[in-house]
């Protein structure tokens, strides 16, 4: 005999409730990565092989990094004389 009225027997459904909602949630996680594998393995098939991509990497001109940067700096930043210099220069004052 079980006794009733226990301090967990009023949470019974609200646990049972969130059970089923864990459930539910899970069941669309793993759908959606299902789905999400699927379209990588089509993009998969779609890329070319290992060895045909060497062949069309020589074919294709080499484009630079854009994250590497310029190997030298585009910019020099001069001394503020000199920027103070060349603006009177330029202005026409002494």
């Given amino acids: 005999m079980t006794p009733t009225g226990g301090p967990f027997e009023a949470t019974a459904p609200r646990a049972r409730d969130e059970v089923a909602e864990a459930r539910r949630l899970d069941g669309e996680l793993e759908h959606g990565l299902g789905h999400d594998v699927g ?25 630079p990094d854009p994250l590497e940067g310029p190997s030298e700096p585009l910019y020099w930043p001069k001394p503020r004389a000199a920027r103070v210099a060349m603006d009177r220069a330029r202005s026409g004052r002494q």
């Fill in 39 to 63: 379209h990588r393995a089509a993009r998969l098939r779609e890329r070319p092989r290992p060895d045909e991509q060497v062949a069309n990497d020589e074919q294709r001109p080499s484009i």
